[in-house]
């Protein structure tokens, strides 16, 4: 019995005589508390940016504002370049259509009919209709337009126009064979050409069921209105 118990009693005389060991055991569990403390402080410095960062972050703010100011005061200065630039073409573009215009009305100043034959207007009465078989020249669409439009509205002959040039102005998709020689109808050839830059030249040419002219004019920039007159009635 007496050597079973031997080593439980040195092991106790060996604790009573160390008592720091046993004091710094008791004291260990501390050292977990006071890095627990260091790393909460170490959060709230990382949260809480120092005087220097926060000079930092103030100056950037301020460098972004001032870049942010020169971009916008460089649109500006480009939108008024712009608009100079605008004013300057409309300038332009007015003073050119001023020249334009003078110098065609200089051009249509210069006016002249000359009729060759008229054994129309006199016997005008005669004939019931107008036929457009020709139109030549430049802009031939054009003229197809304006011819339709002074023969449709006019209290003059019937219009027709079986042509397929400007299909708008197209009376009739199929005529009659016959229908061109019927005595109280009439057939009109048109053409045109330029003069220079804004003058027109015109050959009008009427001729009768039988192939025979009874009127035949050259216009130089005479309006379609006058030209046509013979056919509407309007000629005095």
Known sequence: MIRLHFPLALLAA???AHPAAAQSNVNRPQATDVALSCLNDCEQHVCEPSREERRKMDAEARMLDASARRAQAATKVLQAQRALIREEQRRVQASR?????????REWEHRRAEVKI????????SYSAIVLTSVTGVNAKQSVAQ??????TENGLDF????????????????????????DVLRASFHRETLHEFGRFVH?????????????ARFENVHFAEMLAPLTG???
């Open 147 to 152: 011819i339709a439009e002074v023969l449709s």
């Open 160 to 183: 027709v126009n079986p042509l397929k040039l400007k299909r708008k102005y197209r009376t009739h998709r199929k005529l009659d064979p016959g229908f061109v020689y019927r005595p």
């Open 234 to 236: 309007a000629a005095g």
């Open 118 to 125: 008229d054994r129309l207007t006199p016997h005008l009465e």
């Open 97 to 105: 259509q001023a020249t334009l215009s003078e110098a065609k009305q």
């Open 204 to 216: 009008l040419i009427v001729r009768d069921h039988r192939g025979k002219v009874v009127y035949d």
């Open 14 to 16: 060996a604790i009573m």
